[in-house]
């Protein structure tokens, strides 16, 4: 990528936010994933990363958790297969010895210019990838969850307003929200935090290998700060919604870094 993504946290200074917690990051291999791993490990978290098959871009993650001093386990597979979800979960409570953090992050994009170019195989692995892993995820994580729990979801820019050529990543990215708004308040009482971040166009590998040079050449200059996000402006999202010392008092929220943009409602 050129240029390449700042994904690695180089300039954040942990205050100890998340000392002695056990986090599961899904898609943490890379892009926001990476930027977030780090930054938990920087806080003091134990990191678990489901990822796809990048094993290069796993174990650079796993370089950069653990040169912060904490574990960081790999746990390859596809989050699309239910069976991988479940052992995602299972390894990762096995090795981390618990879990205290999910953060639900792994997605798939594919740009098409009509409803008609837009398959059912591809419409059904988008939504196998973007919502079903989520609720999927979540369901193995919720037994070995206690009070004081978080969970994160990334949703879109593109699930609040949609996108006339990410059609069933927007619907991915919509259902997300409903979820996080949902499971929110069914968690409420077991002390549970569920909340989402939403950004907008954010500078990761996701991007040149999903869409055309061209729009590659423009992404991100339609905000008005005129550039996308690189992913170390994003993670500090997930460690606030993270660490309860910050945002206790907050679930059912959608954070939105989309670079000026507003939004009504």
């Known amino acids: 990528m050129a240029p390449e993504p700042r994904d690695e946290m180089r300039g954040y200074t942990g205050r100890g936010l998340l000392d002695g917690k056990r986090a599961l990051v899904t898609g943490g291999d890379s892009g926001i994933g990476r930027a977030v791993c780090v930054a938990f490990a920087k806080e003091g978290a134990d990191v678990a990363i489901a990822y796809l098959s990048e094993h290069e871009d796993a174990n650079h993650t796993r370089k950069l958790v653990e040169e912060a001093g904490r574990r960081c386990v790999l746990i390859p597979g596809d989050l699309a297969d239910r069976d991988n979800c479940l052992q995602a979960v299972e390894r990762a409570v096995s090795e981390l010895g618990g879990l205290d953090i999910v953060v639900n992050n792994v997605a798939y994009q594919a740009p098409v210019d009509s409803l008609d170019e837009l398959t059912d195989e591809q419409w059904e692995h988008t939504f196998a990838v973007n919502i079903h892993s989520y609720y999927r995820v979540t369901k193995a994580a919720l037994p070995h969850l206690r009070e004081g729990a978080a969970i994160i979801n990334t949703s879109s820019i593109n699930g609040l307003r949609g996108n006339k050529t990410l059609i069933d990543y927007a619907a991915t990215k919509g259902a997300i929200n409903a979820f996080t708004y949902s499971m929110a308040q069914n968690l409420v009482e077991r002390g549970i935090r569920v909340n989402a971040v939403a950004p907008g166009p954010v500078w990761t590998p996701l991007i040149p290998a999903t869409f055309p040079p061209e729009k590659v050449d423009e992404f991100g200059k339609q905000v008005p700060m ?40």
């Open 226 to 265: 005129k550039r996308a996000a690189d992913p170390d402006e994003i993670a500090p999202s997930y460690v606030f919604f993270a660490a309860e010392r910050l945002s206790s008092y907050y679930t059912g929220e959608i954070l939105a870094p989309i670079g000026g943009e507003t939004l009504p409602g």
